[in-house]
């Protein structure tokens, strides 16, 4: 509490004194405390659009890391052979979601780097029966690659080749059985299996699902929101943009 007091004058003969109860004003306090929740929330957006916050969130999701391709590839130039060192790599929260990267470089460990923020930015959702297994049985044919996928009991485990294994070890499937046929090479493995656990790998209006072009009648269309591509996939989108 303030006090202030006021002398006699020629107009009020009569002392004067004024108490303010209200010091510091309340409503300055309370314009600060606008000031610093509008300040917080910016921050927080901030933090939100921010690459490098983006990537620690999703590495502290991707608590399995998995890279199964390691090879020195070549590339022929016109001035001579570009040899560089190759990673494939598999992430996943082993609670249904999972991706896959590829990185090329020099040096391994930047190969490395390139395909761990590959995979975080290519990580999807995959639906699950009872949070351990697949719907039902299903089938893809990647190049000259045929896998198929069935669903097991409780406690069957993952009878499957080892790439797979890895790959449904990471999106968190429990109890399945796969056969392959044609081709085992890891990387068609590893895409076909990533491509037949998400599904909704060629949905309308974006291409063939293997980096092909979309339909010819489909050009002119426009960007569409996130809720038509939701629609045509089937299922929800999960925010995990990096840049």
């Not at 933090?47 to 969130?57: C, F, G, R, T």
């Not at 959702?125 to 893809?140: A, G, P």
């Not at 080749?161 to 059985?177: E, F, M, R, W």
Request: charge should be positive; include cysteine; aromatic fraction near 6%.
């Amino acid at each position: 509490m303030h006090t202030e007091r006021y002398p006699k004058r020629l107009r009020s003969p009569i002392r004067g004194t004024l108490n303010l109860y209200n010091d510091p004003s309340y409503m300055a306090v309370d314009q600060e405390l606008n000031e610093s929740v509008a300040a917080n929330e910016a921050n927080e957006a901030n933090e939100e659009k921010n690459p490098a916050m983006l990537v620690q969130h999703l590495q502290q999701c991707a608590v399995h890391k998995y890279p199964l391709v390691k090879r020195r590839v070549t590339q022929q130039t016109g001035k001579g052979k570009k040899h560089r060192m190759y990673q494939l790599v598999v992430v996943g929260n082993g609670a249904g979601l999972v991706g896959y990267g590829e990185g090329k470089h020099d040096e391994m460990s930047e190969a490395y780097s390139k395909a761990h923020l590959e995979a975080l930015r290519n990580m999807d959702t995959v639906e699950r029966f009872e949070q351990r297994t697949i719907w039902t049985d299903m089938s893809i044919k990647f190049g000259s690659t045929r896998i198929l996928m069935r669903p097991r009991p409780v406690g069957f485990g993952l009878h499957c080749n080892p790439n797979i294994h890895q790959v449904l070890k990471a999106a968190g499937i429990k109890d399945v059985s796969a056969k392959v046929w044609g081709s085992r090479n890891p990387i068609n493995v590893i895409k076909a299996t990533c491509m037949l656990i998400q599904s909704g790998n060629a949905p309308l209006s974006m291409g063939n699902g293997i980096g092909g072009k979309g339909k010819r009648l489909d050009a002119g269309a426009g960007m569409r929101g996130k809720e038509a591509i939701e629609r045509d996939r089937g299922r929800q989108l999960v925010d995990g943009r990096t840049w």
